[in-house]
Nanobody, 117 residues
Framework: QVQLVESGGGLVHTGGSLRLSCVVS????????MGWYRQAPGQERELVAA???????KYADAVADRFTISRDRTKKMLYLQMNGLKPEDTAVYYC???????????WGQGTQVTVSS
């Protein structure tokens, strides 16, 4: 089985920073797709940032200037550095991985990020 476990969420003030981590374990050693999604109350789950394929990185427009996605060379650790946090960033953030963009089958449990105004 494949397991994704997020950590690093918390409560911060506007302008603060958080670094989310995702640990990938299981038999699959490498995924073409690895990324972060978030879901705010009453909202659809949305892509925040991802390694879509290889080194091709996609960011949501709302976070492109503030967030940075990274991973280690083994693809067993995925990170999201979030700077300049805003209240609208408040959401549950989910780690996601898949063999490719069309098979994003694995999800973490989510970690809550709350940004106070």
């Amino acid at each position: 089985q494949v397991q994704l476990v997020e950590s690093g969420g918390g409560l911060v003030h506007t302008g603060g920073s958080l670094r989310l981590s995702c640990v990938v374990s299981g038999s699959i050693s490498s995924f073409d797709f690895m990324g972060w999604y978030r879901q705010a109350p009453g909202q659809e789950r949305e892509l925040v940032a991802a390694f879509v394929s290889g080194a091709n990185i996609k960011y949501a427009d709302a976070v492109a200037d503030r967030f940075t996605i990274s991973r280690d060379r083994t693809k067993k650790m995925l990170y999201l550095q979030m700077n300049g946090l805003k209240p609208e960033d408040t959401a549950v953030y989910y780690c996601n991985a898949g063999l490719n963009w069309r098979a994003r089958n694995y999800w973490g449990q989510g970690t809550q990020v709350t940004v106070s105004s």
